[in-house]
């Protein structure tokens, strides 16, 4: 753990403000900041140049082939439909000439223009509502009027000129027609907060608005109060993060804003404001949105408040959050209430059209068509009133217009089947609450319901609200039901009291024992959301105290963590931690137990239940939610962490002690939880509480305890100790006479048992550093430390079963004893019996036989002395009848062994190879990039293709390919400056125990694929010949070839061998294939000895920078020959296609799998968890802001241009 901790992420030294307000803004104003202006544009020009590799550092420099599909849609997926883009030239600041060129966009709501077509932040925006007038004024150019500025554009044409007039003017006549009512052309009326900010590197403060869920930067007053910004800020990417004393930050994957207040306290006002912002930008208007688009849905249906955000389904009416909760109450069988916010799930698109349909105004029509004013609900109306009211409405139907056909059921019936069959559903509500029966009998006997009738004539939105409407209770005026009586509780507001002990609050976490001393008595009250301690409980004034929502985690400290023997903490969403103690654990239970009531919502509330140590709500991305964070309700018991997540209502539990990776970016507070097949980034919103959840989940996450069942355990359920040690001696040790026997050395034993225990997922084990005796014993003593012991407790009775003497009867027994043992035991002894079976099989080479392990393993297993040899007598029997005792699949068992074969014997060649690391059974595999935040390790099987790892790495990854992706496992030399890509059916296990210190493997894309293909495809045969510059860079024939410089030289690359002629006057010859025979080449090199690699060192200074290194190594065992030399092309071009040529030749022409994507499901081996088959880019450790970039240099390669072939 502690060197992921160290994991530092580069930072970004540019600075990433300057582009905001380019000069011409500052400068097309009013000639009176033009001085000012320009001793600016001074002050900024050394920043100027970063301007489009900082704000472009996201998104990808212009490099001309990269398409246009970039993923800002996909993010911004708030914003409003572009109606019109494209390039426009704007009309110079003052004094200048020059046009300038900028990427203009325009949707309902503004017009904007960017530096790029890429750049997510404007330079200006302009509100619709405020362009007073469009005008043509000739020569492909026409004005932008608002009040105070008019904007010159220029089009490329004509054509282009009057299509955006036509849009823009079309816009403007729309926006003002809706804001005729409405005066102002700002749309910021409803500000949070607003104000000037300084932000840093820039001399002028802008003004800035926070409004809803964006924020606002307007250069002055003036231009806010025309509306004329610099640019909006989408909060629901944003995140605010407190900086200095009066600075602080608005982060969001595109940029950084560092804003500097005025004040301290402004600056804690602005920053929440902003946070406030966030939140609502993350709650979903979406639905919301389209259910008002009815205006009479603007209001709520029962008390007429502004922007109601719940829903009756059934009822088909909208109504504000006070409302909403008497609805509630009404029960579901009346009142089916949802949030247009949050249950996102519920909104289908007929339910939708059905509230459009219906809508508030013509609801009320038939539910309130008689109230008497004395009982219409006002925006003041208390509960009790509101409460009265809706029962009235809803339950009893008091107000409701009458149907004329009220009280006779059959013809009620019989009209709600004609209804039906028409588009008129507010008749069918009228009659459905008028007590037509839903599911009355149509006498058809194909079509038997309404429903069946309604959908046989296609009328959907009458099929939705008849289904909506199958269980409701239609209104009963006859039947008073008191109106105390409420059918459906809302959660009761708890109610609690008593003496606790208490400390002072603290802005840091507890780190020492706190002693009774330091506690003082109090009166604690938890009421109507409200948590006070008093002095006494004689006492009325609250000494202080907090509000129930502020909390946003409770923890439950071990017994006699402090002076008292419970304790708990609180920690407020103000950073604040609050510290409780008494010494009566009932007392303790039930105040823990009321205060997690009263501020876990219902939704989240089954994980009272449980019985947590820590409680409370944590913002977290995963899968496709990788820019906008969501909240989650978490609970921690022991190694289980239960979360409820927001997003679908849907629970999940993470097992902490399978984790595959748990990392802390300790940067920006990111807790990385990698689980098989997903990824969870658990944020530190705020600092306190965030650092007591990771405490507690690291802690959770190690070994709990000594029992094998608390260790870290593998996807499989082995502990993860065994499994490290089990690969290790896999691959190193089943050639080590007596292994297993011999004895390491016990100073390093134990400390790498140490090391394990601590942490086991962060130690790989790795030969050169680590000792196969020394991990073998690690392995012993684990187990023979082990609390319980690998049989558990029914050790004894395999112990006795030896004693059967009848070997089926005995192989049933321990069959019999193998079925009880818990699920960890029965994993691991699987597991470590299957080794042991194959250490055995290889006895000739390491002289464990049979009997040798079962003498070394009987007691350690055991955990005995040795004496009796019964246990070994167990073990021996598990090894020789292990096929039969485990259920074996022998093919299975056979393949294996056949592996280990080949690692034998391939480790035997490999013998005198020296090198550190290179033989590494997990092999590090980076992906895109060699740094750690990108390093994969794979175990790679003796017949893994270069193909297989690339989409294990992909898979892993969870990265789509498309077809034109050519991802491609490559083979870097750092040193040589060299790369190759690996040929796709090339086996990697051989080519990565080649490789030195120096090497690595690399997947990324192979961006010159596609043209190679172009180009072999365009050619009937497979050769080539030409000029190319050489050089030998040692000679081991002694042909006395000029090392020190490059030079020309003639090549034919044939399909055998690659030939090289240094007179250039034989040229002529040459080019006529019949002349070629009688021209000995120089040289001469069988093709298959080649091995070509991209790129030259930089150091032997090749005259371009189209170079491939080759290597040649012949194939005569008895003399091995290894020659390396260089070759440097003239071209790109002409470098691509000799390696085309190379690789057609050398692979059978088949550069590329035909089915490129289809050979993907066959060569992967682990089925995907279908829940997770989505796209997920993140990497799994570095900065948010590295994740971003991930995801971002994911969808098209930023480097493409540079690192092409
Ligand atoms: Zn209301």
Redesign the pocket.
Known sequence: MANKMSLLVPKTTKPRYSSLCSDDELLDDETHCYQSVSVQRGSWCDDFGSISGSQNSIYLPYTGHVSASLPREELDSTSVPVIKMGWLDKNPPQGSLIYQRRWVKLDAEYLRYFDTEKDVYSKRIIPTVSITGVVNVGDQKFEVVTHNRTFLFRAESDLDRNEWVAVLKSCVGVSRARTSLDLTFNPCVNYEMKGYLEMRGLRSKLYTVVCADKVYLYKNTEDYRLGIGITSIDMNVGNVKEMDRRGFDLTTPYRIFSFVADTDQLKDQWVEAMRDSIKEALSNYEVAERIWAEPSNQM?A????AK?EWAAINLAVV??K??AGEHRGLGPSVSKVRSLKMDKKVWTEDLIQLFLAVGNERANQFWAANVPPSEE?TLNSSSDE?RRFITAKYREGKYRRYHTLFGNQRELNNALCINVQSSDVCETLALVFCGADVSCDTGDPELTSPIALAQHHSQTLQVEFLTQNRHTEIPRSEVKVPIDTVHYMAPPSITHNGFLFKTGSMARPITEKKGKEEFSRRWCVLNDGNFSYYESDKNATPNGGLKMKEIVCLAVNPPETHGYDHTFELYSDSERLYLFGTDNPDAMREWVKSIAKSFIPSGAEHLLLKDFERIGRLRYKDRLNREMSRLGWFCLVGSGLHIRLEEDNSDETIDLQKLQELSIQPENEVLVLVERGRTLYIEGERKLDFQGWAAAIQRNAGSSGDTLSQQQLMDSDIPVIVDRCIQFITQYGLTSEGIYRKSGVNSKIAALLEELRRDARCVWLKEGEHQVDDVSNVLKRFFRDIAEGLFGAEAHAWLSATGVSDESSRICQYRLLFSDLPRVNQATLRALVNHLYCVQRFADLNQMNLHNLAIVFGPTLFQTDGKDYSAGRVIEDLIQHYVTIFHVNEQQLKKQLDEITYIIKLRDNLTPKAGTGSGDFICTVYLEEKKETAEQHVKIPAAMTSAELTFEILDRRKLSVREKDYWCCFEVNEKEETERPLHYQERVLPIFHSLGTDSHLLVKKHFSMEAMLVYLASKVEVSKHGMMKFREERSLLGLGLSSGSFNDRYFILTSTSLRLYKEVRNLQKLQRPELQCSNRPEREWPVKCLKVYLGIKKKLRPPTCWGLTVVYESEKQEKQERQQWYLCCDTQTDMREWFATFMSIQNGGRVWPAEWLKSRSTSRSAPLDARFGNVSLIPLRGSENEMRNSVAAFTADPLALFRNV
């Open positions: 709520c029962d008390c007429s408040a109601p109504f504000c006070r409302c609900l509101r």
